[in-house]
């Protein structure tokens, strides 16, 4: 009896054994197939979804190398603004904001979170960077209410929703509340849906992200939503101290919105990138920001 029930076991455990070194083989060959990212951020790329060239995504969320676990004080600059296909295809207030944003070379300051998932990945705090991100690109427009991520079974990858302070609220009191100010964005949301993604190591110790994100805003509770795809691009390039840790990282960040599938600009725009905003950020350890700046910069919602 011992021999019959033993040999379904054995078949089975062998069965997985062979599963899993046939994934790992279709994973190698997977990322041969794969376009590489880093071409993604050349100044001259002539981007295209990626999934409608049939690049290979990965499973769940996106998994950062260890090196970025922590909190991390970031300065964030604009340096380029371009619309490919022509300003006809981008909304004029789009155009306005760039240029005034690379006019006066402004520079952000907020903070992002890595830390770890239940499988020991490390992964980003999506919903503290969320509403930090936002609470710095809205400066006095607005607050944050209430930022909360998930990954439900219709988003895999993610789902990040933002939660607006309506008018005259006062600072962000949310789950992830931040920011300050009021007005502008009152009782907006926003919520972001991550349907396709890939990451790979570069030359020199370095990460490469890119993100394809269903981005859904409403500028009040009653009002229509407004559907656009963008894809996040991101180059992280770790510094090393002579000893081996990183306290400091340096990173290209390319948002590119896409056309949509319909509307006028079909057959034009479908797909292909409209406008790309190319971001440096300068990110240092909050520990080693506050060695060096006394901590006076880094008194913000969240910090704590």
Known sequence: VRLVLSQPRHQIALQQQRSMVELA????????????LAPRLAPSARLTLPTASGEVGMAGCVSYPDWLLGT???SNTLQRFVMPLGSALVD????????????????????????????GACVQDRAFNGAQEAAAF?????SVAASVFAT??????????IDFEPDGGGAGGGRSGDGSGGGGVGGASVELTVTWQRSEPAAGGDFLTS??????????????????????????????????????????????????DGGPSR?????????????SWELTRVDEAERVLGGADLLRAGAA
């Open 25 to 36: 083989r279709r994973s190698v060959l997977l990322n041969l197939l794969a376009t590489p």
């Open 152 to 161: 439900p079974p219709d988003a895999p990858h993610g789902r990040l929703r």
């Open 138 to 142: 809205l400066g006095d427009l607005g």
């Open 92 to 119: 004029p207030l789009t155009q306005l904001s760039a240029m005034d944003d690379l006019r006066r070379d402004e520079t952000l300051r907020y903070l992002l979170r890595w830390t770890r998932d239940g499988t």
């Open 267 to 279: 057959g034009l725009a479908s797909g292909r990138a409209v406008s790309c905003f190319d971001y």
């Open 72 to 74: 991390w004080d970031v």
């Open 211 to 260: 993100e394809l994100l269903e981005q859904r805003v409403r500028s009040s509770p009653d009002a229509a939503e407004e559907v656009s795809l963008v894809e996040s691009v991101t180059r992280f390039s770790p510094r090393r101290r002579p000893g081996g840790g990183v306290a400091e990282v340096r990173a290209r960040n390319r948002l590119v919105q896409y056309g949509p």
